[in-house]
């Protein structure tokens, strides 16, 4: 399961799992956030596990033009961008 923590006005933070199981949901409160609608941080130091489905949210939210800067990606996730030749949409 995962959650998602307001540090701040700026700083969200996922925990848990990122999956198909649960993307969907996230997704949808993400897109109604204020981090989405005027952008800030998305820190994913408590991420435990996640699958391709993790690393499509991040692009989703990247695509929508606001200043989004992801922190602490998972080693897994950065894996999943690097053999899908898309960790460029990582970046700041």
């Not at 949808?28 to 005027?38: F, G, R």
């Not at 991420?47 to 989004?68: F, H, M, Q, W, Y």
């Amino acid at each position: 399961m995962s959650q998602i923590v307001v540090e701040n006005e700026n700083t969200w933070r996922l925990t848990g799992t990122l999956s198909f199981a649960n993307v969907p949901t996230l997704l949808a409160e993400l897109l109604k956030s204020s981090l989405v609608s005027k952008g800030g941080t998305l820190d994913l130091r408590d991420v435990t596990r996640t699958d391709s489905a993790g690393l499509a949210l991040l692009i989703e939210l990247r695509s929508k033009n606001v200043p989004i800067t992801f922190q602490n990606i998972p080693v897994q996730m950065q894996s999943l961008a690097n053999v899908s030749g898309v960790q460029e949409l990582l970046r700041p």
